[in-house]
């Protein structure tokens, strides 16, 4: 660090000032910064080596190098000291006004240098300010998440197709559709009727014959739900692991500026996710058993389904008997099919298992579609219990809970990196400051001598009057400190006050603010006709 100092009372010539710039200018060119500051003669005087340059005295020491400009019979010297020797040139035939133009223009460079220390986050200073800060954190995160993943807007991440959240959640939704419905479970033309034929074989009993026994029927359920289960299950942590990427990327960019909670968001996230993802994992469990031991569907596509099937029955089994005996047969709704195998068994045999696998495969499509369709409202649900309530829930237990709890103080401690860059920002704006006050005696001096000089130095005032100006907004800009919890809560119950008179005026039936109640009865007579319209069709259906 240089050091550059008026000792005594600045009374220099032109021709000395642009000695001194051009000091100062072989510093910028030898990246070396420079401090300006004023001090008294005696402080000059040293156990240090001196060498007499006419006007310019050279001083050295272990540590720097200084070098000091005075006027004969002046008590005013110019100070130069450095951390390493520079070598000076000293221009004394350059134009007045263009000099100073020049010799400033590397301080002004410098001063640019120090644009991306504005970039610093708000520092928190009370438990208030904290509790705060927080709220405003969890109110964003919880609206950019409201966008991405209930609404489907995302015009906060218009260029990245990860964040499109409700688009990749249907093409997911898609994808897992497909799966079930291409997996060898739900091929009916697999082993056509060998596995039926083989059941009904185990599950006789002592009944009447023309009765299908219905363990056969669960028998077979049985099996095929359990092929398809690892499908549901794999989706749900594909899923999760996607809604998990987006939740933390939009809580991590919220929290960045703020160290300590940062972290306990990051680790708030993780388990809120892997609660989540066990939930739902529960949940399909669950679902499966289900499937597995009741057969049950008042979905009347079902009954359709499996009589038009059956309607193929008497062409398949006399195709069976057929003279050209072909291996395999196409049947409608079903596809073909190979027979060779099947001709050993009897015809009754055969018409029962036929019958068995037509009734199986109509309740199959019923039940992928309750296993696609249910998911669908299982993810929408949790997804916005997760915004709405469960994320908040869980961040704050994370950062004042009794396990890995950091506090609402802890916020209040900035990372290392950023309080080093604050350190730096503060210690600029204080040498602004005092280059500042020194560049103005220096223009006191230098007004008697040239208006053109103290033009330029006015020049060089305004211009960091400006930067000064500029870092001291950015720190205004950051948030004021609050004195206790005390006031903090006060905020607190403040905003949950507003926050309840503005619900009851909604939907208070006497305010006419916003008709809410008006537009609720509105709705429920809307569903009201619309329940009675599919009962009158239900019935005609019946009827027909």
Same mark, same amino acid.
């Given at each position: 660090m240089s050091t550059v100092a008026i000792e005594g009372s600045a009374s220099f010539t032109s021709t000395r000032y642009l000695e001194i710039y051009s000091t100062l200018h072989c510093l910028f060119l030898?990246?070396?910064s420079f401090f300006l500051t004023l001090i008294p003669s005696s402080d000059m005087e040293g156990n240090r080596k001196q060498t007499k340059l006419g006007s310019k005295t050279t001083t050295s020491s272990s540590s720097s190098t200084t070098t000091t400009f005075k006027d004969e019979g002046s008590s005013a010297a110019l100070v130069v000291g450095a951390e390493h020797a520079v070598p000076l040139s000293v221009v004394e035939d350059? !134009? %007045?006004?263009?000099?100073?133009?020049?010799?400033?223009?590397?301080?002004?460079?410098?001063?640019?240098?120090l644009r991306n220390l504005m970039k610093m986050p708000k520092s928190l200073s009370s438990d208030a300010e904290a509790i705060t800060a927080f709220m405003q954190i969890i109110g964003v995160s919880k609206e950019s998440l409201r966008k991405i993943l209930v609404r489907g807007e995302f015009d906060e991440y218009p260029g990245d197709k990860r964040m499109h959240c409700t688009a990749r959640l249907v093409e997911m939704l898609n994808q897992y559709s497909d799966e079930l419905l291409k997996c060898n479970e739900s091929d009916p033309t697999v082993n056509f009727l060998t596995e039926e034929i083989r059941i009904l074989e185990e599950a006789k009993g002592i009944t009447l014959p023309n009765f299908l026994p219905r363990n056969?029927?669960?028998?077979?359920?049985?099996?095929?739900v359990?092929?398809?289960?690892?499908? !549901? %299950?794999?989706f749900v942590e594909q899923v999760w692991s996607y809604i998990e990427d987006v939740v933390l990327a939009v809580l991590m960019h919220n929290t960045q500026d703020y160290y300590h909670l940062h972290l306990a968001t990051r680790r708030a996230g993780h388990n809120l996710i892997a609660k989540m993802k066990e939930k739902s994992i529960h949940w399909i469990l669950e679902i499966v058993e289900m499937e597995k031991h009741t057969?049950?569907?008042?979905?009347?596509?079902?009954?359709?389904?499996c009589s038009r099937l059956m309607t193929k029955q008497n062409a398949f089994l006399d195709g069976l008997n057929d003279e050209k005996r072909p291996s395999k047969i196409v049947i409608e709704g079903i596809g073909e099919v190979e027979v060779e195998g099947l001709r050993k068994y009897k015809r009754v045999d055969l018409s029962q298992a036929y019958d068995l696998k037509m009734r199986m495969t109509a309740y199959w499509k019923v039940v992928l579609k309750r296993l696609v369709d249910s998911m669908a409202l299982h993810l929408q649900l949790n997804v916005a219990n997760l915004v709405n309530k469960d994320m908040e829930m869980e961040i704050v237990g994370e950062l004042v809970g009794p396990n890995h709890g950091c506090g609402i103080e802890k916020m209040l401690e900035e990372s290392p990196s950023t309080a080093v860059k604050r350190e730096k920002l503060n210690k600029s704006i204080k040498k602004l400051k005092d280059s500042k006050e020194v560049v103005g005696k220096?223009?006191?001096?230098?007004?008697?001598?040239?208006?053109s000089i103290s033009k330029n130095f006015q020049d060089i005032v305004k211009k960091i009057d400006?930067?000064?100006?500029?870092?001291?907004?950015?720190?205004?800009?950051?948030?004021?400190?609050l004195s206790s919890v005390g006031e903090a809560t006060t905020v607190l119950m403040h905003?949950?006050?507003?926050s309840k008179e503005s619900h009851r005026k909604i939907l208070n039936p006497d305010e006419k603010h916003m008709h809410c109640t008006a537009r609720l009865v509105e709705i429920l007579n809307q569903y009201s006709d619309e329940l009675h319209k599919c009962a009158t069709k239900v019935t005609r259906k019946l009827i027909s």
């Open positions: 030898n990246n070396h350059a !134009p %007045i006004v263009s000099s100073y133009n020049d010799k400033i223009r590397p301080l002004l460079d410098a001063v640019d240098k056969a029927f669960l028998s077979i359920l049985q099996g095929k359990r092929g398809i289960s690892d499908i !549901p %299950i794999r057969d049950y569907t008042c979905n009347p596509e079902y009954a359709a389904e220096i223009m006191d001096g230098v007004i008697t001598y040239a208006v400006d930067k000064l100006n500029s870092y001291l907004s950015e720190l205004n800009k950051m948030p004021k400190c905003i949950i006050g507003l």
